[in-house]
């Protein structure tokens, strides 16, 4: 089992849906977690970060972490064509990543139909 | 703050040919990071450092694999005797210390024929 899990998709939603990408993890020590948005043959983008449980907003992006359940999820309200792109769940037991780096799931292919 | 920037964006090489990819990071950001990511896959992390020390390396990171980071700046990524297994995107990013954020440049796209 991968520390990090992520459902590849494709996800296919229509423009002005409420979207859900979610991953699980399965180590404990985790306490940062971030949402990275990927264009096909580009560099990572850096939406958000949470720091342990709980929720974060940011305009059309919602993260939330819930310890309990290893479970971190991000929502996107009001979804537009150009959101379409490979959304990858990253977390790190320390601020930064620290000397081990980050951890990321495969990332979820997220097609958004106009 | 022009970013992470990394040179060159793509590269072909032939098996047995040696490259080197550079990563300049974000001026003032002390620790830089190099991953690789495979298609279909999250970045991997290779190695980490902390100004101009290298303090870990993955195990990914082979003996055909050296990483330097002179005077804290910029960094270079080497493979020595490419195979066709090492191509993928080799992506570089850079944090500041204490910060949260890790901030990643463009990528190389490494294709070994």
């Known amino acids: 089992q991968k520390e990090v899990e992520q459902d590849p998709g494709p996800l296919s939603v229509p423009e002005g849906a409420i979207v859900s990408l979610n991953c699980t993890y399965s180590n404990s020590a985790f306490q940062y977690f971030m949402w990275y948005r990927q264009y096909s043959r580009k560099g990572p983008e850096l939406l958000m970060y949470t720091y342990s449980s709980g929720n974060k907003e940011d305009g059309r992006f919602t993260a939330q972490v819930d310890k309990s359940s290893k479970y971190i999820s991000l929502f996107i309200r009001d979804s537009q064509p150009s959101d379409s792109a490979t959304y990858l769940c990253a977390m790190s037991p320390r601020p930064g990543g620290g000397a081990d780096g980050l951890t990321f799931g495969k990332g979820t292919h997220l097609i958004i139909q106009p | 703050d022009t970013g992470v920037s990394q040179d060159p964006r793509h590269k072909i090489t032939k098996r047995g040919q040696n490259v080197t990819f550079r990563c300049d990071p974000i001026s003032e950001h002390n620790r830089l990071y190099w991953y690789r990511q495979t298609l279909g896959q999250g970045p991997e992390f290779l190695t980490y450092?902390?100004?101009?020390?290298?303090?870990?390396k993955s195990r990914l990171l082979s003996d055909r694999f050296s990483a330097e980071r002179p005077k804290g700046s910029f960094s270079t990524l080497e493979i020595q005797r490419t195979e066709q297994g090492d191509s993928a995107m080799y992506l570089c990013?850079?944090?500041?210390?204490?910060?949260?954020?890790?901030?990643f440049g463009p990528g190389t796209r490494l294709t070994v024929t």
């Open positions: 450092f902390q100004n101009e020390a290298q303090l870990e």
């Open positions: 990013a850079s944090s500041s210390a204490g910060g949260v954020e890790q901030y």
